[in-house]
């Protein structure tokens, strides 16, 4: 039971979703739009791919940017040239934030966002450190204590790369079957998408499973824990999520696929973003003690792609 794909055949039947054709669809919120977008740089060698990346998100959500770049011991000269420096690449309506009287950069962050009524962010991660010098596995400090935060979904920008904002018109949509923020992220990543392609994920951890049942001392029947069992029950679980997410597709002309795989959750979930490359978007529990959050930490730091936590 290894991270191994459904057979065709498997993959096949299930593409067809019989459960979601009979679930009950789940209404997705209505999303007031950003008006503005913090857009937090630092100097390092994910600037040009953040700036990219924001400048796009912009031009999506119709929104101005704001920028702001909070680097301890930055001299204001330094810090007013290499703003308006990023300022004449990004292309969009824009503006400046102003400096924070605070040591801490993610305290800085945040104080921007909240000055100039932000409602998304778009930020390094890691945060003041060049991506190649913490290891692919970070995400720094900075970013962990702005995602805890900040109460507005968090666009993290990982490696950089030549066309960052090509990933925005192929968002990747991670669910759990009982996260209570799904129907957030589905209507996330349909605004931010576009006319794009978009791909619903859900990733059966069968080892966890086996593992959690004989911790539990539960008794299940063993043809209930066969791989095909797990992959039915999964899809009958995330059916009303599935017919929501089809219903809307199909509503707005969209290209939607959905997926099931076997696999250990993280690993499998940032493989299927960083080979596809893709936009991955992610529920982010407000509670910051759930699995489900350490779960969502562990896949933005495997992934290299940009993560959206929702």
Known sequence: ???????????????RFSAAAHAKPIALPELVPPGKVLIAIDRSNQDAATLGIGAEVC????ATAVLTVAAPGLDAQTRQAY????QGKLGVASEVAPAADDADPANCILAAKQAAGAKFIV????YLEDIGRLGRDSVGSTAERVLARA???VLFVREPR???????????VKLHFTESDAPHAIAEAFRIG????FRMLFVIDAAAIHEAVAILRTEVAPERLTDTALLHDAQVAAGSLVATAQRYAKDHGLDLTVDFKLGSEPDVSAREANDGGHLLVLPCPRDRNTAAYSRALTVLRLSTMPVLMV
């Open 1 to 15: 039971m290894g991270n191994t794909p459904l057979d065709d055949d498997l993959h096949e039947t299930m593409a």
């Open 59 to 62: 031009r999506r959500l119709k």
């Open 83 to 86: 703003l308006a420096e990023a």
């Open 123 to 126: 930020m390094d991660a890691p």
């Open 151 to 153: 109460s507005v979904p």
């Open 162 to 172: 030549e066309n960052p904002a090509a990933c925005l018109a192929k968002p990747l």
């Open 194 to 197: 576009g006319r794009g392609r």
